[in-house]
């Protein structure tokens, strides 16, 4: 199989405080993970792409200063929504897959519900 | 039928009938396609997939048939089960890339 678990599941913060969401492929490596975005009743936004031991690239329109993006090693990526403000609150999601794979599916993470207040 | 909501359409099915949803993809240079099944408050799970080789491809109980001439996916389902309701969505890899795109997703809802 292929397992992605994201942590924490739901949060709920307060505006201007920061949180953190990891994201970690459970039983194989991924070199890129892929962070979405989605809205109640739409689809999902992909965000950035999260390369290991390199810089992450954010797609238009994405703040890259307030999302911040670590892909430490090969099993875990971290999100980081700095600042986080009422309009930050979404459905956030994580996808890998295996390493080298690139024209395969994403495994998905279970996501975490941000609630900012 | 097939009705628009406020976001994502909806297409209602009877328990035991034959469900299609559709799909327009956006880019003629995409190479690989993906169906994904997502259920409420949950990650999108892997259905199907479709390389840009191919047409048609038949999984358990799910056929996908891609139709480039004019950028069309379309997921097929049969004797739909109550276990099917969810939000269905395809994606789209271009040729070289690897992100993968989400089109708009499609809200089945399987009547018992």
């Known amino acids: 199989g292929a397992v992605v678990s994201q942590h924490p599941s739901w949060v709920i913060c307060k505006s201007g405080t920061s949180v953190k969401i990891e994201c970690r492929s459970l039983d194989f490596q991924a070199t890129t993970m892929f962070w979405y975005r989605q809205f109640p009743k739409q689809s999902l936004m992909l965000m950035a792409t999260s390369n290991e031991g390199s810089k992450a690239t954010y797609e238009q329109g994405v703040e890259k200063d307030k999302f911040l993006i670590n892909h430490a090693s090969l099993t875990l990526s971290t999100l980081t929504v700095t600042s986080a403000h009422p309009e930050d609150s979404s459905f956030y999601i994580c996808?890998?897959?295996?390493?080298?794979?690139?024209?395969?599916?994403?495994?998905f993470g279970n996501g975490t519900r941000l609630t900012v207040t | 039928g097939e009705s628009v909501g406020l976001h994502l359409p909806t297409l209602s099915v009877q328990e035991g009938d034959n469900s299609i949803i559709n799909c327009a993809y956006s880019n003629s240079a995409s190479d690989y396609f993906i169906w994904y099944k997502q259920e409420s408050g949950k990650g999108p799970q892997f259905i199907i997939d479709i390389r840009s080789n191919m047409d048609k491809r038949q999984g358990q109980r799910v056929t996908v048939l891609l139709n480039k001439t004019v950028k069309h996916l379309s997921l097929q389902i049969a004797a739909t089960q109550p276990g099917d309701s969810a939000v269905y969505f395809c994606?789209?890899?271009?040729?070289?890339?690897?992100?993968?795109?989400f089109g708009a997703g499609t809200r089945l809802f399987v009547k018992a």
């Open positions: 994606a789209e890899n271009m040729i070289g890339g690897f992100k993968t795109i």
């Open positions: 996808s890998a897959r295996h390493a080298g794979q690139d024209n395969s599916p994403l495994h």
